[in-house]
């Protein structure tokens, strides 16, 4: 079964909601993808889905060139990215001004088996994840999905 399709078949009305430390929550494993995140990343072995290292943290360093680098590789285009960028910051501010007002989805297996990660899976929530670990969020709303 294609990754898509595998997202598609996660029931995201089975979860329970908590509090959860950013630290926790690590980068979808996507095996489609894998060798196109996994050649930016910028820390130590084993820590590839440590949102610390992610193009989308980076960027928010002051780092852009990683972030457009991964969205090339998805095969996006330049507008796509700077509206997707626009968005990015907009979320920023927000959660810089006002907290969040979105929970980060989570998975408490992941989608696929993989020794990289270590942590609850993100399902929706990378950019706001990576916010979180800038402003330095000790805690983040977080629905965690069940998985059988």
Known sequence: MRFRQLVRTVDTYNYY??????????????????HMWVSLHNGPKGKEFDMKYS???RFLRGHE?????LQRMYGRNDKWIKNKINKFMEIFNSVSKNGFIENISALEIPLVEN?????????????????SLVLGLG?????????K
């Not at 020794?115 to 916010?131: D, K, L, P, S």
């Not at 805690?139 to 998985?147: A, D, G, Q, T």
């Open 139 to 147: 805690s983040v709303p977080c629905e965690i999905i069940r998985r």
């Open 55 to 57: 193009p989308h943290y």
């Open 115 to 131: 020794i990289y990660n270590t942590g609850f899976e993100i399902y929706e929530g990378h950019h706001r994840v990576a916010i």
């Open 65 to 69: 060139e990683a972030y457009w680098q």
């Open 17 to 34: 909601e908590c509090m959860i430390d950013p630290n926790k929550l690590k980068a979808q494993y996507n095996p489609e993808r894998f």
